[in-house]
């Protein structure tokens, strides 16, 4: 009995000091991450609205129209349609399906949720494809972009044959299916490594899992994604599989002290990795879209240590001034080839050139120049995959640039095997050209 009494008090006591220990780390790391900025990005911008503006500007990472005309709602018709003062009006930045009809009820609900009793509206472009008049881009009576919200909780598609904002609604799209974020792309990520969960395209239809277990040949997998991407402009991508891990538990002779290590464990990792240097923390990642209010050169880009290649047309790429291709060095490291593309503005770089941006890297490279809208260079954004090493047979074609990042004026492609990658590399250029970027 009196040893059962010490264990508990043992069990009690290291309980406390764990705890203490906790209190502690939070206190040392809550000042080890006090004095440290959060990387200035469009999702983190201190500026504000800006009055007597008629027309949608990206400001605090969301696109805005403080004074574009306010209309009365009479109904919301459907998940496309609004019927107001003026007659029925319809989104010009992005369209939803009637199916999938579930998706398309969520989304009749966010329109009219986000419409209220009135809303703003701004014309497209003059020289529209549209053949009807009533299509126009939706803000709410705050001012903020309705299409981008649908766009961006993965309930709506993007318009993507013209537009003034189509590259920052091409940017939320690609973020939208990044996430797996919403009824649309739900298990998105999974299907593209060939395990489709609820993942669908509106007007087409799956195999379901169970036929996949059941195929011994991915070829129907293959053709199924060959469709969506001749309706969607996608490209197949292959992500290997990662194989689990066992997980070894220490043993405890208290449960409630193993409990408390455990939690310690956690936090300790979480708090750790977020607040001193982490990877794990957001802000310590160099932000895809970013902006400080400085305007880049092509001499301060050529006064750094890259080295230019070859300089391509402008043609078929709207609103660029200059497009470099060539390597950048840092220190002793390897070199990695970067695709330059310089706009006039921070805004241009992004709503003319998000789109293009996203055709010449990562899963979504168009990499035939038949097909690319943008053809100069692409055979530069094509690399081998596969070594052929030991008599092995290289497999293909696949995008040199794994990602990009609008950085002040600039869109960046950058060489990398995926994303995340090519994000890194892209900072290092961004590093040469505004050191402490």
Known sequence: MKSSKNNKIKDFSGSITVVFAVVVLLVVV????SGREPAKSVEASDSVGIPGVASGVVSEGSLLCLECELIDVIEVV????????LGDIQMYGAYVLDQPSD????SHDRLRELVGDSFRIEPGPADSIRNDSDHFYMYTSAGKSIEEALVRDGLALV????GQHIGWFLFRDSSAKKHDTGCLWKGYNAFQRGEPS????????????EQI?????SGQLTLRWQQISSAQNFSWATVPSIPGSNLIQPKFKSRSLYLTVTIVGVIFAIVQFNACGGTLGDEQKFPQISDSGQVISVETLQATSFKESSVYSTEGLPGATYVSYGFLRVGSGDPY??????????????ELGTRFAIEGSGNTAILDADEATYKDGVKNRRVIIGSGVGGGARSGIGPKFGGYAVFENIVMLCQGSDEAQSIERCALLANALVPGA
């Not at 459907?78 to 003062?85: I, K, L, P």
């Not at 277990?213 to 040949?217: A, C, I, L, Q, V």
């Open 30 to 33: 809550a000042s080890c991450s």
């Open 78 to 85: 459907d998940a496309n349609t609004v019927r107001t003062s």
């Open 103 to 106: 998706c398309a009820a969520l």
């Open 159 to 162: 318009w993507n044959l013209d």
């Open 198 to 209: 609820e993942f669908r395209v509106p007007g087409l239809t799956y195999p379901s899992n």
């Open 213 to 217: 277990k059941g195929s011994n040949s």
């Open 337 to 350: 080839e970067y695709e330059v593309r310089f706009y006039d503005s921070h805004q241009q770089a992004v």
